[in-house]
């Protein structure tokens, strides 16, 4: 939390293949890593979390994994669809762990 | 279950106009957000709600910002006077309770032009 770093800020992929995208968080007492997806002219929507108990988590196309020692968590989709094209934010909770920030965002597209 | 709702959607003021954005929150979430989202970047936390109860302001420009959540349902969020930098998309949200890793549930957003 405090200072969520994502990278990259743009990603082109062909329509098949694998998207990483990667974040570094600041606070080491940070718990929650939660991953959202925002459509063109839509709010963000939260599309996978893990908490720090876990190394790794998945939910049929999407993984995310996490380093607490490296303090990064990368989100993974596999076989990447043209409905998968939209930005993506990591987010870390604050040092009150009442709020969370977000990283910068990554647009990713996927080309056909 | 209907999610949260905004208006209006779009809006184009001059500067040092004053403008106010409404948010209703879904139903029975006890937390309310408002961020603002500039081009290319990420959601930034402008005030936080618990109930009608504020938890979080310390990014919010108060000079110029406000916001309220009357009986804890509805808010508004209010900017008097605009200035060109604060174009942006003004997001609202809402989550069961106050904590970092409760889903927050977004709204469709305002998008406020600046002249």
């Known amino acids: 939390g405090e200072n969520v770093e994502q990278h990259p800020s743009t990603l082109s992929v062909q329509e098949g293949d694998s998207a990483v995208i990667k974040c570094t968080y600041s606070?080491?007492?940070?718990?929650?890593f939660p991953w959202y997806k925002q459509e063109l002219g839509k709010g963000p929507q939260l599309i996978i979390d893990?908490?720090?108990?876990?190394g790794e988590k998945k939910d049929q196309r999407i993984a995310v994994t996490l380093n607490k020692t490296a303090k990064h968590f990368s989100l993974h989709i596999t076989e990447t669809q043209p409905e998968d094209s939209a930005v993506y934010f990591c987010?870390?909770?604050?040092?009150?762990?009442?709020?969370?920030?977000f990283g910068s965002g990554t647009r990713l597209s996927i080309r056909p | 279950e209907a999610g949260v709702a905004q208006s209006p959607r779009y809006k184009i003021i001059e500067k040092r106009q004053s403008v106010a954005f409404w948010c209703n929150p879904i139903?029975?979430?006890?937390?309310l957000y408002w961020y603002q989202q500039i081009l290319g970047q990420g959601p930034k936390l402008l005030i936080q709600f618990q109930n009608n109860g504020v938890v979080d302001d310390s990014q919010l420009p108060k000079d110029r910002f406000s916001a309220e959540r009357l009986k804890g349902v509805d808010s508004t969020l209010k900017i008097q006077p605009a200035k060109l930098e604060d174009s942006a998309v003004y997001l609202c949200?809402?989550?069961?309770?106050?904590?970092?890793?409760?889903?927050?549930?977004f709204g469709p957003g305002t998008r406020l032009t600046v002249l």
């Open positions: 987010a870390a909770p604050s040092s009150s762990a009442s709020k969370i920030i």
């Open positions: 949200a809402s989550s069961l309770a106050g904590v970092s890793y409760n889903e927050q549930f």
């Open positions: 139903s029975g979430h006890a937390t």
């Open positions: 893990i908490r720090s108990n876990v």
């Open positions: 606070d080491s007492a940070s718990n929650y």
